[in-house]
Nanobody
């Protein structure tokens, strides 16, 4: 089966940086997009950034200029470099991959378990 495992969360002061990583493993035929979402306390889960296999990238307005998403297609990994962190970036961050298990299967979404990012002084 497919597993997505995030790492890199933690506690950081405002203005600091963190780098999140996510690795997809299992019997994967192809991954189209890899994304980062976040859920702040009491709020819905929102898209932070995504990157396609072709390199198309998009960011939420709230993180533009501060976060950078990158991907290694050969290793099925995606990273999120987060700089100039703000208190409002505090959330559980989730990795999502849209992938196919075989050439004739439909594209499906798989999620990681989430990693906590806390920005506090």
């Amino acid at each position: 089966q497919v597993q997505l495992v995030e790492s890199g969360g933690g506690l950081v002061q405002p203005g600091g940086s963190l780098r999140l990583s996510c690795a997809a493993s299992g019997s994967i035929f192809s991954i189209y997009s890899m994304c980062w979402y976040r859920r702040a306390p009491g709020k819905q889960r929102d898209l932070v950034a995504f990157i396609t296999s072709g390199g198309t990238i998009n960011y939420a307005d709230s993180v533009k200029g501060r976060f950078t998403i990158s991907r290694d297609n050969a290793k099925n990994t995606v990273s999120l470099q987060m700089n100039s962190l703000k208190v409002e970036d505090t959330a559980v961050y989730y990795c999502k991959a849209n992938l196919r298990l075989t050439a004739w299967r439909n594209w499906e979404d798989y999620w990681g378990q989430g990693t906590q990012v806390t920005v506090s002084s």
